[in-house]
């Protein structure tokens, strides 16, 4: 969307939150929880169809996951919003040539996976399930992927996982919704109907889903990769991380954005993995 669609379409929604606030921040979510894209191409296919792919029934969908065999350390890697197992293809290369046994999953609405919404929980429980049926050891998690894993690990505590690489992943759910709400121009009365939403569905407002907070109860081995450009997910989400990640390095990257798609960035991820 260009910047004018959003702030029409959060204009109608702060109208309809006059009437009903409810029903304004019910369609706000929606769209907060719907991919626009993501779902997988048949180019991309070409590359995905190299693995061994197995479906795992998680509440009223499947989950879609790619399995690169190898004999070393099990490796999970869960992408980040609208995306898909695809977007790993380099780093997968990297991987191979150390011989690591390689897991990818598509999240909930995204790739080929099924759902109709997307949020961190209910991929973090996606991860649970695939984590435990692989015998995973490390994760890796791009963007909300990153976000998405600590939630796992910091409700599970999984003791097998001795390792998670976290790239570019948000500090905290309230930044993410506060972009959001920026983005769509909402008024006062949406933002606070939508805090309800949350207490009401979830138990919780959303300043408590901070993975940064969440790390200070994990043990496994961090390694915490964050670009300075980054304009999506603020570097100084990364600093936050820093300081509550305690079992953890954090290393500073320029001029690789968002997406950390560079061999600086695999060797950084290689030399953690073999460390």
């Not at 040539?97 to 949020?119: E, Q």
């Not at 759910?173 to 920026?182: D, P, S």
């Not at 939508?194 to 407002?205: D, G």
Request: glycine share 6%; charged share 20%; with cysteine.
């Amino acid at each position: 969307m260009n910047k004018i669609i959003p702030k029409t379409i959060g204009a109608t929604i702060n109208f309809i939150s006059y009437f009903s606030s409810p029903s304004a921040a019910k369609i706000a979510i929606k769209l907060f929880s719907t991919p626009r894209k993501g779902k997988t191409t048949s180019q991309e296919l070409k590359f995905l169809e190299t693995a061994n792919q197995e479906q795992i029934q998680f509440e009223d969908f499947t989950i879609q996951t790619y399995h690169w065999k190898g004999v070393n350390e099990t490796i999970l890697l869960a992408h980040g919003w609208e995306s898909n197992s695809f977007r790993w293809k380099d780093l997968i290369n990297q991987l191979q040539t150390k011989n690591y046994n390689i897991i990818a999953l598509d999240a909930p609405a995204h790739g080929s996976t099924g759902g109709k919404s997307f949020n961190a929980i209910r991929y973090s429980e996606c991860i649970n399930l695939v984590v435990k049926k692989f015998k995973i050891t490390t994760v890796i998690g791009h963007s909300v992927g990153g976000m998405a894993t600590v939630f796992f690990q910091h409700k599970y505590q999984f003791k097998p996982i001795k390792k998670l690489i976290l790239l570019g992943a948000p500090s905290d759910f309230t930044g993410v919704l506060n972009r959001y709400e920026i983005m769509m121009g909402y008024n006062k009365r949406v933002s606070k109907a939508i805090e309800n939403y949350i207490l009401k569905h979830y138990h919780q407002l959303p300043d408590y889903f901070s993975p940064a907070v969440f790390s200070k109860e994990i043990t496994a081995k961090g390694l915490i990769i964050h670009d300075k450009k980054d304009d999506i997910i603020p570097y100084q989400d990364a600093l936050k991380f820093k300081q509550n990640y305690i079992n953890s390095t954090h290393i500073a990257t320029q001029g690789f954005g968002h997406g950390l798609k560079s061999e600086t960035v695999y060797q950084h991820i290689l030399n953690f993995l073999n460390d």
